[in-house]
């Protein structure tokens, strides 16, 4: 057990039989009434965002979760498949489960899998991912980087917004919890 006190960004705690992992969180102390803890936690479940209120000292259970090494192997079908790097185990992960993720995974990429009591609950990205320019607007000279942004795709399909000397093969180091272009690789 441990003290909503004591939350931390990233922490993984059950709640109301759920898994969640808290995204944010704010002590307050109102000039009238008792202190309380006000929280925005994802469940790892199903992806969902809420906001949770837990009275000052209240106690909710930690939950153990394993981060597993694993390889991104190859689609088939719906499912995803990973490959443990220790013990050649492979996973498959439907691909509603991963949406997200999807959009920054290439083949051979090393990713860890969060796992809970033999249950793969997702996929954790690294903070940023190199990826292939497949199609943009050429880059016109004298543009600068100080200047405006246009479109790109990317070799996973995402989209994102590129300052306009990018060209088409460039390599961009791309931050994966915004989506957003962080410069070239």
Not at 24 to 46: E, I, T
Not at 86 to 102: D, K, T
Not at 138 to 164: C, M, N, R, W, Y
Request: aromatic share 8%.
């Amino acid at each position: 057990m441990i003290s909503v006190n004591d939350f931390k960004t990233g922490l993984t705690i059950e709640v109301d039989g759920g898994l969640w992992r808290v995204l944010d969180f704010q002590h307050v102390k109102p000039g009238k009434g008792a202190a309380f803890v006000r929280s925005k936690l994802r469940n790892l479940r199903n992806g969902a965002i809420q906001e949770k209120t837990f009275r000052a000292g209240e106690k909710v259970e930690k939950a153990q979760i394993d981060n597993r090494k694993m390889q991104y192997l190859y689609a088939s079908g719906d499912q995803h498949v990973f490959m443990d790097m220790e013990s050649y185990e492979q996973v498959e992960l439907p691909a509603a489960n991963i949406e997200y993720e999807l959009k920054f995974l290439k083949e051979n990429m090393e990713v860890h899998i969060m796992m809970f009591n033999f249950e793969t609950l997702g996929v954790e990205l690294p903070n940023t991912v190199v990826l292939e320019v497949t199609e943009t607007e050429p880059g016109i000279k004298g543009d600068t980087s100080s200047g405006g942004t246009k479109s790109a795709t990317l070799e996973t399909g995402l989209h994102v917004q590129v300052p306009f000397f990018i060209n088409q093969g460039d390599k961009l180091i791309i931050n994966t919890s915004e989506a957003a272009y962080v410069s070239r690789a």
